[in-house]
């Protein structure tokens, strides 16, 4: 995509510093920005991210629905737009599972908002490409934009944005690139659904976001929806560069039978995380010991370390350090003997 900013301006103008009261005089000329919901701000790009199956598409929809709608709030968090139209562009689904789900959503809307909101509430046609890799495609994007002139704009899902891997820093660099100059050039805010691996009970971070550092470090937000092993779903204010992020607390939600998030508190993630792995801890302990006693049959000189481990922590069910934890438990409780450095056996009575 080129840079049209580039393109337009003048080599001589570019090569001459702004003194700040100038730049203070230019923005009281313009339109302040508003800060849209919870760290998006205006003419911004960012991610909604998290493991999948977690309910980010739905938390899209209903706040892309709640925006065109002219709420005020949505999981209790303050929405800063009336009326704002939306372009939810889903490069996922096949157009009609889409709206079916869209078409529950709206009834249960429809309870609280009487008018007719859907007129806001814009989709890409079923005809629209599922990939958007080529400068071509970018350009088609870019007209669909264009045409419906959208104050947020949202996509689903990042994957769909290139070829290749994301890891690589060239390639990240590029989307990000594309993405911001889409937003700026059309003026709209943009929301990117990414799709993150699992991360097996931990907390969300900056971190957890899969693919190169130059997402997150150009991204101007990040959203986190993550979900419990024991199904707590929770929404995570994770960094914002025009907002203070709350990383004290989470909000907690559930998702109903009409595809709508319904708020059911706060809580820090930290305890529901160390909550449930603390209920889980004796079903896990119990379940290394049998696998201990089942594996004795077939190493009659003792379990190796790395057997062990392939099972628990190769399958992401415990971290290395977890299951070392839980190993030096059952020989303190008489259970397991470690014979040698690395080799386990069980203790039959």
Known sequence: MKNEFLENAN???????CPLDEM?????KEPPSKMIYSGIKQNSVGFVFGPSKTG??????NLGMLIAAGANEYLGEHIGIKDGKVLFVSLEEFYRGRTERNLKQAKKLRQSYGKDWTSNFHTAPKNFPRYLATNEEWQLLHKLIDNCKPDVVFIDSLSRLYNGSI???HLAKEVMKRLRELANSTRTTIIVIHHTPKIHNQPLSIDSLAGSRILAQDADFLIGINKTYDNRRYVKEVAFRYHQENNETVKLFSIDDDLWLSYTGDD???TLLAGYDGRRTDVMRKAIFDFIINKSEIYANGIPFQEIKTRFVNTKQLTSVALNDNLNKLISEEKIIRISKGIYKPLLN
Do not use: N, P, Q
Request: glycine letters at 0%; proline letters at 0%; a negative charge.
């Open 24 to 28: 203070f005089r230019t923005i009281h």
């Open 11 to 17: 080599e001589d103008i570019l090569a001459y510093s």
């Open 268 to 270: 820090e993630e930290m």
């Open 167 to 169: 890891e690589e820093s």
């Open 56 to 61: 980010k598409s739905i938390f899209c929809e």
